[in-house]
């Protein structure tokens, strides 16, 4: 199955002579056309994609707290540092 085919999924009987590679099928809206791209990453890979934006916000999360954690041990240590100075 052809990507565009994918794209117009429910829509079409067969494949439109009038296909323009790049341009949206008409009366086809942004969010139309991107549940049919998480779609067609479905079919390539397998994998849900609400799946994998859960786990990159996961991820994020955890990096983001590592930076946090890591900013204040080292501030920390500055300051004792700076503290044994004076």
């Not at 439109?16 to 791209?37: H, K, Q, W, Y």
């Not at 786990?55 to 920390?76: D, N, P």
């Amino acid at each position: 199955m052809s990507f565009y085919h994918v794209l117009c999924e429910g829509r079409s009987r067969g494949p439109r002579n009038d296909f323009v590679p790049g341009a949206l099928p008409p009366r086809m809206t942004v969010s139309a056309a991107s549940a049919a791209i998480g779609s067609t990453l479905a079919l390539f890979f397998g994998v849900d994609p609400v799946l994998v934006g859960i786990i990159a916000v996961l991820l994020l999360l955890v990096f983001g707290l590592f930076l946090f954690v890591r900013k204040t041990l080292l501030s920390f240590s500055k300051g004792m540092r700076d503290g044994k100075r004076r």
